[in-house]
């Protein structure tokens, strides 16, 4: 899934989170045109990698290599999110992300639910996903002699509600 949605946090901003945090350490490196920060984990061996050059960054993140680009666009900070749905502003290693709006409003750029150039936004993106689960969990548990299946949901379709605030005003 890659989507892209606005944020409150400047591009320094979130170097300086980076950079700094108590919850991962940092170690950087310089090179011609662009800056190399590795995040690594104080509990696990986990480390995400940052490259911050003038206009943008990109982070790919520690356990699954989801990216986040991090850029400015018409006077906005926006991020583009690329992985799975149920990783998305889930990681451990990453920056405050503040979209600004409804998250859920915001609308999915490409998914292998929908034919390439269809758009839908997260909040229907969301109900599709879950519905696509439910299928595969249909399928798998009619398939099965014992009917044992998980009843499970991950990520934004635990919790999708209309009216359910998706960040805190700044």
């Known amino acids: 899934m890659k989507i892209q949605f606005t944020i409150r946090e ?31 984990d104080l ?29 400015q666009s018409d006077g906005k900070v926006c991020c583009e999110y690329e992985g799975a749905f149920r990783g998305l502003l889930e990681q451990k290693l990453l920056p405050h992300l503040t979209p600004v709006g409804n998250m859920l409003d915001y609308e999915v ?14 909040r229907e993106y969301a109900r599709d996903n879950e519905r696509q689960r439910k299928l595969r969990e249909q399928g ?12 499970h949901s991950y990520g934004f379709a635990s919790y999708i509600r209309d009216d359910a605030p998706t960040s805190s005003n700044k």
């Open 10 to 40: 400047s591009l320094s901003d979130i170097v300086e989170q980076l950079s700094n945090s108590d919850f991962w350490a940092t170690s950087i490196q310089c090179l011609p045109g662009k800056k190399i920060i590795k995040i690594k």
């Open 43 to 71: 509990a696990y061996d986990l480390e995400a990698t940052a490259e911050v050059m003038a206009k943008e960054i990109i982070i790919h993140t520690a356990w699954s290599n989801f990216t986040y680009r991090i850029f």
């Open 109 to 122: 750029l490409e998914s292998s639910l929908y034919k390439p150039g269809e758009r839908k936004t997260l």
């Open 140 to 151: 798998k548990t009619s398939s099965k002699a014992n009917g044992s299946g998980g009843n």
